[in-house]
């Protein structure tokens, strides 16, 4: 194996192991992986890999290009107990799974992911 080989196996891991158990895992799990993320991802942002990567699993949340939770679009997010909050993600503040949005009426959370059920973009 030469090291083309190496950095593709690599690559391929990311995308097909890493990727989706970061858009599958409980907060909890993400904040152990977190504590280690650069011996599990390497040198890498945990922010903009780990965390955009959990959020991914709710489409249109996260921004395509830039990565990082997506301010421009204003969302509906719906709970695990019903409620429904309205507004723009904040991304400076929120961190570490926990969601907080820019509402009309002030902010709302933070809201952890393990209890978002839904999200999308406002209005649909």
Request: net charge negative; charged share 30%.
């Amino acid at each position: 194996m030469n090291f083309s080989d190496l950095a593709a196996s690599r690559r391929a891991w990311i995308d097909d192991v890493l990727i989706p158990w970061c858009r599958t895992a409980e907060r909890k799990e993400l904040l152990k992986a977190e504590a280690d993320w650069a011996n599990v991802a390497g040198q890498v942002d945990a922010e903009a890999t780990l965390w955009t990567w959990a959020w991914s699993r709710f489409p249109g949340l996260v921004h395509p290009e830039m990565g990082g939770l997506d301010e421009s679009c204003e969302v509906e997010v719906r709970l695990k107990d019903g409620r429904t909050f309205r507004g723009y993600p904040d991304a400076r503040r929120s961190v570490r799974g926990e969601l907080v949005l820019l509402t009309g009426d002030g902010d709302a959370g933070p809201v952890s992911i393990d209890d978002v059920v839904d999200v999308r973009p406002a209005g649909m």
